[in-house]
């Protein structure tokens, strides 16, 4: 089985690293996915007997690494499914995009239509039938001026389709290695990484916060103190 890093467990909760190209669930391709691998994980800790419940609260796209929580109990996923929808649960991000952007810190605001057939969002004008809001806020942590790569935390206001990628590359700098929105990359992982999770506890109310960052190798590597210009 393949392993597993878990980053906090208890009775309701259970913390975990997404690996990139993983689906978060069971999808059309069979791929071995986040939950199946975690529900092995908990039923050969305990050594239980028959299925083992664990609920899907939120998820990244398959492409993205990161944090994710899951519920071991039906009453913490329903209590952290509200968290969601009440945007009490916060996810912040790092991303590695195109270019250097001029100002440090800003907040990106635009109307998204999902395209239900290509599986894709575009930025639209607000009229537009079926277009949403979509807000986020970056700040700039470092720009390495030989890839002309920067290193940007992006927090989400809200929780739209493939929103970072699609807001980030409308805004001209596109996410290192998206396939589907970016230009530079191509053929490499893409550079998004949920980094931090930030939920109510479903059952003691207790903020809880945790991060989890990725391995500073490839376009990664941004994330050293030193840069390692050669390890895109």
């Not at 980053?7 to 259970?14: A, G, L």
């Not at 908990?42 to 083992?52: A, C, F």
Request: hydrophobic fraction near 35%; glycine fraction near 6%; proline fraction near 3%.
């Amino acid at each position: 089985m393949q392993d597993l890093k878990v980053i906090y467990e208890d009775n309701h909760i259970m913390i975990v690293e997404k690996i990139p190209n993983i689906p978060s669930q069971a999808d059309k391709t069979g791929d071995i996915d986040l939950l199946t691998l975690a529900k092995k994980y908990l039923k050969e800790k305990y050594n239980k007997p028959g299925n083992v419940y664990l609920g899907l609260v939120h998820r990244l796209d398959r492409p993205v690494g990161g944090i994710m929580v899951f519920a071991k109990t039906s009453k913490a996923a329903a209590r952290l499914s509200n968290q969601v929808r009440e945007r009490i649960l916060k996810k912040k991000y790092l991303a590695v995009v195109e270019g250097k952007i001029e100002k440090q810190t800003g907040i990106l605001e635009d109307y998204l239509y999902k395209d239900e057939r290509h599986n894709i969002s575009k930025v639209v004008k607000k009229e537009k039938k079926n277009a949403k809001l979509a807000k986020l806020d970056y700040e700039v942590i470092k720009y390495n001026e030989v890839k002309d790569l920067s290193l940007v935390k992006v927090n989400l206001h809200t929780g739209r389709h493939h929103q970072i990628r699609v807001q980030l590359s409308h805004f001209g700098h596109s996410i290192f290695g998206d396939q589907k929105y970016g230009t530079r990359g191509k053929g490499k992982q893409i550079a998004l990484w949920a980094y931090e999770l930030t939920i109510e506890h479903p059952i003691s109310k207790e903020k809880m916060t945790f991060q989890d960052l990725p391995e500073p190798i490839g376009t990664w590597c941004i994330l050293n103190k030193i840069d390692k210009n050669n390890c895109i």
